[in-house]
T-cell receptor, first 113, second 111 residues
Framework: DTAVSQTPKYLVTQMGNDKSIKCEQN?????MYWYKQDSKKFLKIMFS???????INETVPNRFSPKSPDKAHLNLHINSLELGDSAVYFC????????????FGNGTRLTVT | TQLLEQSPQFLSIQEGENLTVYCNSS?????LQWYRQEPGEGPVLLVT?????EVKKLKRLTFQFGDARKDSSLHITAAQPGDTGLYLC???????????FGAGTRLTVKP
């Protein structure tokens, strides 16, 4: 029973393509996130959704578009992929609130060639 | 701008040694969390500290939150190979109290 699951685990694609990553959580959490972890392991927040509404949108190129069909799902669509988009993308969820822990998926390793 | 600075960046020690890793910032945080990440997996929460000066113990791990709530430390006693991993600190701040992460300390414990 995976709490936060994301697919695919690995994604290899060419520059210019469009791809999507899917995320689902079965924890009943209200808030979901996308984080990007670069090659130096720095984990940076990209987006946050609370009950299907976007509440955080960091300085991310508009080629990245999150979509939340319901509060258990948060997908990430990326248009016109670039070499610099190569990274590991993590989905996470939390109950929200000041002290709530983040529950992460196992990541999607995106490689753009 | 990276709000949380972690040190050291890399640490390689022998089994049985003690170690301390640090998480420092010029910002005040409502709470601070420590996570451990293993290869191919997402970070997993170890502890949350919320009160300045707070000390929490988790078996051989001791976490401390600075009095001013700007820094934290993680001390591991008698490290074991199973402690190997990437240790990340994260602070809750900003308008939405979202978690912002440090760059991590990569710990290797050799048998």
């Amino acid at each position: 029973d995976t709490a936060v699951s994301q697919t695919p685990k690995y994604l290899v694609t060419q520059m210019g393509n469009d791809k999507s990553i899917k995320c689902e959580q079965n924890l009943g959490h209200d808030t979901m996130y996308w984080y990007k972890q670069d090659s130096k392991k720095f984990l940076k927040i990209m987006f946050s959704y609370n009950n299907k509404e976007l509440i955080i949108n960091e300085t991310v190129p508009n080629r990245f578009s999150p979509k939340s069909p319901d509060k258990a799902h948060l997908n990430l669509h990326i248009n016109s992929l670039e070499l610099g988009d190569s990274a590991v993308y993590f989905c996470a969820s939390s109950q929200g609130g000041l002290y709530s822990p983040l529950h992460f998926g196992n990541g999607t390793r995106l490689t753009v060639t | 701008t990276q709000l949380l600075e972690q040190s050291p960046q890399f640490l390689s020690i022998q089994e049985g040694e003690n170690l301390t890793v640090y998480c420092n910032s010029s910002s005040v945080f409502s709470s601070l969390q420590w996570y451990r990440q293993e290869p191919g997996e997402g970070p997993v929460l170890l502890v949350t500290v919320v009160t300045g000066g707070e000390v929490k113990k988790l078996k051989r791990l001791t976490f401390q939150f600075g009095d001013a709530r700007k820094d934290s430390s993680l001390h591991i006693t008698a490290a074991q190979p199973g402690d190997t991993g990437l240790y990340l600190c994260a602070g809750a701040g900003g308008v939405y109290n979202d978690m912002r992460f440090g760059a991590g300390t990569r710990l290797t414990v050799k048998p």
